[in-house]
Every structure is written in C-alpha cells, then in structure tokens.
C-alpha cells in the first residue's frame, strides 16, 4: 500500500504556473472529491490532461489542468496526478493543502525518486543523476548528468557484472566435475574480463576529482599583499564591480565569491583578504578565512604588486605554492602599467594590468587549459564519493580474485572474489543497499522531486 503524497514540484512564489505532483494509491478519488471537469480523474486514460475547476468545501480555488499517469507508467510507477494551477504564494498552498485534507500527506524530501527507486523505475546511479542535474550550475555537468540519468553508467556496470558472474558459475560447475578434470572455461578468459573490470573501475575511480570539480565548480583563490590589486583583478575577470577598490591596504576584509562560466564550466572566483602580520582583530579572522579557502582552491593566483618590485611576493608564493602541492599555483605580476619596461619573465609567472583589463586572456587561457586537463577524465558519469568508494574496493576485490587465479587456488576461493566484487558493483547501481546509504542519497534532494 502506497500511501498518497502530495508536494510542490516547482519553486513557490511569483510564476506563470505551479505545478503540484501527488501519488500513491487512492490519489484520483482525492482529487475527483475536489475536482470538477468533463471527465472524473478516476475513470480518465493514463497520459491525459483534463481541465476543470478546484473546490475546498464548496468554493472555487482555481482554475486547473490534471495531467494523469496510471501505474506503473509514471514517474514514480505509482498512481500520479499532476496539478497545474496558476503560480503565486496563494493558489498552490491551497490545492496542497485541500488534498491534506483529502487524505494526502505532504511528501519528504525526494520521496518520489525514492519511490521511484524502490518500484524499480530507475537504479541509484539515475536518482543520483536527477540530484545532479536539479543542482548543475554548468552546462557541463548538466550534460553528463542527462547521460548518466539516460543509463549509461548502469548498462556498463550491468556488462561488467554478467562477464564476472559467469566466470564464477563455470568455475562453480567445474568443481562438481573435478573428477573428470573438465575445464569449463579457459583461464585466460576469466584474466580478460577480471583486467577490463579493473580498468573500467580504476578509470571511473580517477574521474572522482574531476567530477567533483563538474559538480561544485573549479575554484579560483585570488591572494597576495595588501594592496596588489586583488579586487581590481577579481572584478575584471567578473567583468563588474562587484569588490570594493581601494588604495587603503586592507580594503578587503571577508571574502568575496562570484561565479563565472568558462567553456561551459563553472569557475568560482574568491577575492580574499589580503595576507599581511596585523594587529586588526577582524582583518585576523580574515587572513585566517583565506588559509581555508585556498585549502579548497584548484588554482591559486598570487597577486604581486610590480611597482614594489618583480620578487616582493616570491617568499609568499614559494611557500604558498609549497603548503597548497594539490593546487597549481600562479604569480601574477600586477600593476604592469606602472613600470617602465616589462622585466624579464620566469616560468611560473603571468605580467597584468587589471586595471587595464591587460594580460587577462592569459589568466582566462590558463584556466582554460586546467579545466581541459582536469576533466579530461569525465566519461558519461559524475562520480560522487559513494561510486569513488565503492569502485575502489570492486577493485580490491578483483585484484584479490586474480591473485587466487594465478597462484592457481581452488576455484571456490576465485569465484568467491569475483561474487564478492559482482556484489560491490551492484551496490552502486542499487542492487543492494542500507537504509543509510538512501537516506543519504535522498537528504539532498528538495520536496517535490
Ligand atoms: N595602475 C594600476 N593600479 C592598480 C592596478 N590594479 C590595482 N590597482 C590599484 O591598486 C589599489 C589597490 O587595489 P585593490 O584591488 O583594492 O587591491 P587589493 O589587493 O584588493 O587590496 P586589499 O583588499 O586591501 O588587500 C587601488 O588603488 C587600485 O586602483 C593596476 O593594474 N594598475
Ligand atoms: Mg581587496
């Protein structure tokens, strides 16, 4: 028994239209009690919509289209009717609460999807693909979202596991012929699928970094002295004046952060405080606010102020670039109108004017080239942290399963390993799993989806 839910599936507030989702066993009757049209909701065709009016105890709320889907054939394989009314903060607050008072009950964060999960609808990587794509700042994330959501990560997984499940069941069924010293399938057979599943999850496993990257954006930490020019460079890459300018040092005091879209990805920029010893009390809290930031950066630009000469910031960027290895680091020589001629360049630095908006196409093109190494890597899926966990213990396990092969163990023990990494494997899809790991995955879903 499924009980019926009811939530709002778009944002509340001013808008053209609102629509409600609900579903569950009994949802027509709830809504024929409150809906007045041609057809009663109950006897209608699945996928279609029907105009009418909306009452509470005799009175009209609004005008409204019904969309039906009959089970198993909606979204979350349940009964589901979807309500559109007009938007605003009124109208769909009045509907829900109407079908409360039907018998509905507001729905959880996410409970459709997880609904739909658990009536086999789709598996865990497609509910984490709709996540990702209600929440992808990018284009790029969004599109490979939409693959994973189209089954691409799923069918691969599902293939890898056929193969290992086979290989186990024969090295099975030659144990109940040991005696005649069959061999049921060749060795070097189970060793090709046993390396290609590795590949397949040390390949995946390795795009964790750089889906993380799809999925939050590729974070720009901007540092350097007092004064350098920080802000100035901050709000040209943004292309507004969002930070404030000044010749006082210490201008900036809590950070700033902006997004940016380059090549389709999104790039978080982050204006900190600038680095300096200081007695100011909240200019501390600051500095101490940017080691954090930096600690999350992917690239770090340190601004030097030319006109206070080329190396007055290398003691700073050295030990940055030192305490941040996992970031690339940057030195970027500010202020190059100020000075008469342009010094020698070393490797590790890039010449600007921000003022001028001079030299930033080099500042955009290096992005441009991290982001492309960076996510090189991305296949068709965004590896979240539970798929990095579980691929690297499939792994493991495979490793362990062609260990006992090659020392020539009895088979039990290799198709152990193998069922045990068949197992693993279906828990990224969601063969398995604990009421953990779905309260997890469903926590950051919003009510209405
Ligand atoms: N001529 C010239 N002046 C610049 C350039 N970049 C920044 N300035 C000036 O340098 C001063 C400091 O600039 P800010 O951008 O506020 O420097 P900041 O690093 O953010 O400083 P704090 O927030 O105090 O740490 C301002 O007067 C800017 O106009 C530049 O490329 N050329
Ligand atoms: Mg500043």
């Known amino acids: 028994m499924a009980e019926a839910i009811v939530a709002l599936s778009t944002p509340p507030g001013i808008a053209g239209l609102s629509v409600i989702r609900a579903s569950g066993d009994g949802v027509f009757d709830i809504v024929d009690q409150c809906f007045k049209g041609k057809v009663r909701i109950s006897e209608a065709k699945t996928h279609t919509i029907h105009y009418g009016e909306f009452h509470n105890k005799g009175k009209l709320v609004d005008f409204v289209t019904v969309a039906v889907f009959r089970k198993p054939n909606s979204y979350t394989g349940e009964d589901v009717a979807e309500i559109s009314c007009h938007g605003g903060y009124f109208v769909a607050y009045a509907i829900i609460e109407t079908l409360i008072e039907h018998g509905c009950r507001l729905a959880e964060p996410g409970e459709f999807t997880k609904r739909a999960f658990l009536n086999g609808r789709m598996d865990l990587t497609q509910v984490e693909a709709v996540a990702d794509i209600i929440h992808s700042s990018s284009e790029q994330a969004y599109q490979t979202a939409v693959r994973q959501l189209a089954g691409e990560f799923s069918k691969r997984i599902a293939e890898f596991k056929k193969k290992l499940l086979d290989s186990a069941g024969l090295l099975e069924l030659e144990l109940d012929f040991a005696d005649e ?17 590795i590949a397949f999850c040390q390949e995946l496993a390795n795009s964790y970094h750089s889906s993380e990257i799809l999925r939050s954006g590729y974070f720009v930490g901007i540092a350097g002295f007092p004064n ?11 292309k507004r004046k969002r930070a404030i300018v000044s010749e006082i040092p210490g201008t900036t005091r809590d950070y700033l952060e902006e997004t940016i879209y380059i090549d389709g990805f999104s790039v978080r920029l982050i204006d900190t405080a600038g680095l300096r010893a200081t007695e100011d009390i909240i200019e501390i809290e600051g500095i101490r606010m940017v080691e954090s930031l930096l ?11 030319l006109t206070q000469g080329q190396t007055h910031s290398d003691a700073l960027f050295f030990e940055l670039r030192e305490r941040y290895k996992a970031s690339r680091s940057i030195l970027i020589q500010n202020k190059i109108d100020l000075v008469e001629s342009q010094p020698q360049q070393r490797d590790f630095e890039i010449f600007i004017s921000a003022k001028n908006n001079q030299g930033l196409d080099k500042i955009q093109e290096l992005i441009r080239e991290e982001l492309r190494k960076e996510t090189q890597h991305i296949k068709d899926v965004l590896i979240n942290q539970r798929h990095h966990l579980l691929l690297k213990r499939a792994g493991e396990e495979l490793r362990k399963a062609r260990e006992s092969l090659l020392e020539g163990l009895g088979n039990e023990l290799v198709a152990d390993d193998l069922r045990k990494a068949v197992k693993t494997l279906g828990e990224i899809v969601g063969d398995t799993f604990s009421q953990d790991v779905l309260n997890n995955i469903f926590s950051k879903f919003c009510i209405g989806k």
Request: without cysteine; hydrophobic residues 45%; negative net charge.
């Open 228 to 238: 350098s020019g920080k802000s100035t460079l901050f709000n040209a890459l943004l």
């Open 181 to 197: 010293g069959f061999e049921f399938i060749d060795r070097n057979i189970i060793l090709k699928s046993i390396d290609e599943t």
């Open 295 to 305: 600690a999350q950066s992917n690239l770090i630009l340190v601004i030097n102020d």
